[in-house]
């Protein structure tokens, strides 16, 4: 599977290099096992420059799997043998070299295509010669000359430190791909979050501070909340958040009416060292926040369909206070002995007053897919009972107990829509809190097939179809929080012929097909 063994970057960059210059590639590997051609085919649009390739892992009886050419085969036996001084395995490592370059050329000519990628080595944890102990692999890339007849471009040497055959298979299978980007001349984007080769950048600090250790020393938090300046993040009744604009999470100075009501320590600004509290509130002790004076112009809105649209700092801000308070009202009672629980830690943990036992807020794994067609050109998305009308977003699920995050998107997928995503295409992207009441979503994308019809639950789904990349690019188009079924509404007056909605950006799911809308 691609994304437990082989970089996304090298082979995206590698396919949408060659889709954008008009040329192909084939592949023939030996130590990889078969990891390149599946890495080029896990990416999507790899059929306009992929037709195939071959995985030739013992040589001697090879000869089918490298195009039945006997002559290329008798050229491979050859191994001359170690020179005077020359080790077995540094005989063995110059073998591979007259290995690639051979079926590299043979595998250009024979298939017609611009490119072919030849890899060929040894990944462990055992080895032939005895006196090699690390993997290696030798690459080879030729393409075509001005005559027609295929040379070699570039030809390279990959050491490993060490004998760890999967470690080293994903080594060689990245080293391949950018080989072959970098010889044909393809653009890096140095700017990508998955290149495993790009330029060292400075690490970005978060904006808050989450001060662990402050939450033991009750005498500095009794400190940081008396100071002057710190500031307070209001929930309402677990749900909603105080704002001070439609983008802006209100974030208010303590005061004198506000001493008594709970408070829960989230955290430091990093830059300033200001001391940040999370309070909650009901209808009755709402009043205490002065919202018609000295708080004029804040309001509370519902914090899963509006804090989206915040900034990511206020963002985190208030699913974090959100989540504590989802969990304050929640685990009342210990769930051991029953007993009455009481906050400690700066109002971050829990102790039960009769067994003593302690716990803290938990987060239940949930997983949110966007699954494409094979083509790469449509999205199956799909529309909760509780969402407004055309709002479609990706498939998600909670993860059961004993179930990888893999096999929940699988029956995630097929228990809501009646689809079998490809197993071998799904790719971990980005997480994201949740609190509602507590989950922590892990996103994925994956592929299946789209000429397959959908059985979609109806218990869960009110539909769901397979929907074309411009009508989601169209889609993407509307500002706002469209979770809210009036602005939801009130888009779809303004663009009647919109065919859908999707969710707004700041939420996974919208990053996710953000995602895939990027791609060419």
Wanted: hydrophobic content about 40%; overall charge negative.
């Amino acid at each position: 599977m691609m994304s437990r063994l082989a970089s996304k970057y090298p082979f995206k960059r590698l396919v949408e290099g060659l889709k954008e210059q008009g040329k192909t590639v084939a592949v023939v590997e030996s130590c990889c096992g078969g990891l390149i051609n599946a890495s080029i085919m896990a990416i999507p649009g790899s059929s306009q420059v992929f037709y195939g390739g071959s995985v030739a892992y013992n040589t001697k009886q090879a000869q089918k799997f490298l195009m039945n050419d006997s002559e290329l085969h008798s050229k491979l036996l050859q191994r001359p043998p170690p020179a005077a001084g020359e080790s077995e395995a540094s005989n063995y490592i110059q073998s591979k070299f007259h290995w690639t370059a051979e079926t590299a050329k043979a595998f250009c000519e024979q298939n017609n295509v611009d490119y072919a990628i030849a890899e060929g080595g040894a990944s462990g944890p055992t080895f032939r010669p005895e006196d090699l102990d690390k993997g290696f692999s030798v690459i080879a890339i030729a393409g075509k000359g001005k005559d027609g007849k295929a040379e070699i471009l570039a030809q390279d040497l990959i050491r490993s430190p060490h004998a760890n055959r999967q470690e080293n298979m994903k080594l060689f299978a990245d080293a391949a791909a950018t080989l072959a980007a970098d010889t044909i001349g393809i653009p890096a984007a140095v700017d990508d979050s998955d290149s495993s080769d790009q330029a060292m950048v400075e690490p970005s600090i978060p904006s808050l501070d989450r001060a662990t250790p402050l939450r033991t020393d009750a005498a500095a938090l009794e400190q940081l909340e008396a100071r002057e300046d710190a500031k307070l993040v209001v929930i309402r009744n677990s749900n909603d958040c105080l704002f001070s604009a439609d983008t802006q999470l209100a974030q208010i100075r303590n005061s004198e009416q506000l001493q008594e009501l709970p408070k829960t320590f989230l955290g430091l600004e990093t830059d300033s060292g200001i001391p940040i509290f999370g309070i909650e509130v009901n209808e009755e002790s709402e009043a205490l926040l002065d919202l018609d004076s000295e708080n004029n112009g804040c309001y509370f809105d519902n914090t899963r369909t509006h804090a989206p649209l915040l900034s990511p700092e206020d963002y985190e801000l208030a699913l974090y206070a959100t989540a504590q308070s989802q969990w304050k009202r929640t685990h009342k009672f210990c769930n051991i002995c029953g007993g009455e629980t009481h906050l400690i830690q700066g109002g971050t943990a829990m102790k039960c007053g009769g067994c003593g036992a302690l716990s803290w807020p938990r987060q239940d794994p949930s997983i949110i897919v966007l699954i494409t067609n094979r083509d790469g050109d449509k999205a199956l998305l799909a529309r909760s009972p509780r969402h407004p009308d055309k709002v479609h977003t990706a498939i998600a699920g909670f993860v059961e107990a004993g179930e990888t995050f893999e096999m929940a998107v699988m029956r995630e997928a097929y228990e809501e829509t009646g689809i079998r995503v490809d197993p071998d295409s799904i790719e971990y992207l980005s997480s994201q809190p949740w609190p509602f009441p507590r989950s922590s979503m892990i996103g994925f994308r994956a592929t299946a097939n789209d000429t397959l019809p959908l059985n979609i639950d109806t218990d869960e789904l009110v539909s769901a179809f397979w929907f074309e990349k411009d009508s989601v690019m169209a889609a993407s188009q509307i500002p706002g929080a469209v979770m809210k079924h009036e602005i939801a509404d009130q888009a779809l007056k303004e663009n009647p012929s919109l065919d859908l909605l999707i969710p707004p950006t700041g939420v996974l799911a919208r990053s996710l097909i953000d995602d895939w809308l990027e791609d060419p």
